[in-house]
């Protein structure tokens, strides 16, 4: 059982710590490197706080107590064009779809967001981490990975390593080190900018859980 919420806080601070601690040892050397989560709040984040909370220096996404109505998204305040994302991503309980959005927008008036979507979890048992989709707007996948490659480095229950580099038209996606996704979009007219997001999808219940969120802008 994880102490999360108020109960949680410092826990999550020491985890934070933590977190910081490995993220600067991880980009030493490297420049240009932001942290886009503190690893104790959802500052710099907007979205339905009954779907989204910090517990154990992750973001997590859902509940496991009820069915998730519809999607929802924690999306960053800021938009981004082109750039390297990295983080960390778990699926927990019998729901096991979400995804990272990138290059995306807020519908008004909707809980959806509009852009690419870098998928995680399963479709009929076969993995689909990795996989870029495209919500909201051709709502089709753009580009599969390679299901028996992604088997092979997927800890199903554990932690996973996520890489999107995004520079013009061209996407490129890591699952664990292995390279899943080499997109160039066709589309002059699709916009190569916009918010980082975090979904749950709709459905049974589930938790997505995000950590080691980080952005090298290229």
């Known amino acids: 059982m994880h102490r999360c919420g108020i109960w949680g806080l410092a826990l999550a601070a020491a985890l934070a710590g933590a977190v910081n601690n490995r993220l600067d ?4 050397g490297e420049q240009g490197w932001r942290t886009l989560f503190d690893g104790r709040s959802l500052a ?15 973001i997590v996404a859902g ?5 998730i109505p519809h999607n929802e998204f924690l999306c960053t305040k800021h938009e981004f064009e082109d750039f390297e994302l990295r983080l960390e991503a778990r699926l ?13 927008r807020r519908i008004p ?15 009929n048992g076969t993995p689909i981490w990795g996989w870029l989709y495209d919500e ?9 990975g390679d299901t028996e490659a992604i088997r092979r480095v997927l800890k199903r229950d554990g932690w996973n390593e996520l890489r999107i580099r995004c520079r013009g038209p061209r996407i490129q996606i890591w699952v664990n080190g292995v ?24 459905g049974p219940p589930a938790e997505a859980w995000y950590r080691n969120i980080r ?4």
């Not at 952005?215 to 290229?218: H, Q, S």
Request: glycine share 14%.
């Open 25 to 28: 040892a991880e980009t030493s």
């Open 44 to 58: 710099g984040w907007e979205g339905n706080l009954q779907y989204f909370r910090v517990c154990d220096g992750a």
């Open 63 to 67: 509940t496991l107590k009820a069915r």
């Open 92 to 104: 927990v309980g019998t729901g096991r779809n979400a995804g990272v959005q990138f290059r995306s």
């Open 109 to 123: 008036g909707s809980h959806e967001v509009r852009g690419y979507q870098c998928d995680i979890g399963e479709m």
């Open 136 to 144: 909201s707007r051709r709502r089709k996948f753009l580009q599969q």
């Open 179 to 202: 390279r899943t996704v080499d997109y160039v979009e066709p589309d002059p007219d699709i916009s190569r900018r916009g918010v980082i997001g975090l979904q749950i999808h709709g």
């Open 215 to 218: 952005l090298r802008p290229l």
